[in-house]
């Protein structure tokens, strides 16, 4: 006769047994699938013992190899007076005119970006509803976001991209790819750009950028989410190439009302494999 079955909340004293199970490939599809409900558990010591990435395309040409060693931050960010600002990342190097306007630097951001990356994001907190995280929420420390920069810098499908004028970052764009090895070719986007530079094409400059350092790093797809009143930024995804896939219905709790938020995405024209 079967025993009890208790339910329960899952806590930091679950990680050894957790990771056990994730090392077993009949259940490995669950993690992949469940995962993200739990991302206290990723940033606390998941990733150390994690298996070796697995080429995400058979096949296919990818730059890099590695999966991302942090997990994605669901949301982003749209300022109002800015045409996009709410989920994406890139990497330049590429043939062509630079995203953005001419003023604005755009970089992939290393360990040493970490101060400056926090406080812009910190920043963002504070003056826009359009982040996840509202003031004070983020517990995020200068070593720690540097460490997950360097792992990113070494990933093959996630990167961080930082817009600068002047010598100050005004804004910033993430892409993060995925853990496993049937999303590795998906990254989800994260955008934030300060007010101040709103109006000035920064947005769609590191949107631009994220685009073409996924095509580059054999990415297949990307999506994020964007809150469904937020027709400035949706109205910039849709003309930099991402499509409406789903809704949320009152998922998110801004100022008192609860607000939808939509799934967009779009899949990258292919680029065929050199001839061995």
């Known amino acids: 006769m079967a025993g009890r079955v208790t339910l329960r909340p899952v806590s930091e004293n679950d990680l050894p047994l957790l990771r056990k199970l994730a090392q077993d490939p009949q259940l490995a599809g669950e993690f992949e699938l469940y995962g993200w409900y739990a991302p206290m558990l990723y940033q ?92 004070g929420e983020r517990d995020a420390s200068v070593p720690a976001l540097a460490r997950e920069l360097e792992s990113a810098a070494r990933s093959g499908n996630s990167a961080v991209i930082v817009a600068e004028i002047g010598g100050e970052l005004v804004g910033y764009v993430e892409l993060t790819g995925g853990t496993f090895h049937r999303n590795q070719a998906t990254a989800y986007v994260v955008i934030g750009v300060l007010a101040a530079a709103g109006g000035k094409g920064v947005g769609r400059g590191l949107l631009e950028e994220g685009k073409r350092w996924a095509a580059a790093h054999g990415m297949h797809r990307l999506e994020l989410t964007v809150m469904a009143h937020n027709h400035r930024a949706i109205g910039l995804y849709q003309r930099t190439g991402f499509s409406i896939e789903g809704r949320r219905s009152e998922c998110l709790l801004i100022d008192g009302q609860f607000i939808d938020e939509l799934y967009m995405a779009m899949v990258l024209p292919q680029t065929p494999a050199d001839p061995a």
């Open 44 to 135: 606390r010591g998941w990733e150390k013992n994690r298996r070796p990435a697995r080429d995400p395309l058979a096949g296919r040409r990818v730059a890099g190899r590695g999966a991302l060693q942090h997990p994605p931050q669901r949301f982003a960010h749209v300022n109002e007076n800015d045409p996009v600002s709410d989920h994406a990342a890139g990497d330049p190097g590429k043939a062509g005119p630079p995203p953005g306007p001419p003023d604005a630097r755009m970089r992939a951001a290393g360990p040493d970006d970490a101060a400056a990356l926090l406080g812009l994001k910190r920043r963002l907190d504070q003056e826009t509803s359009f982040m996840l995280l509202e003031a």
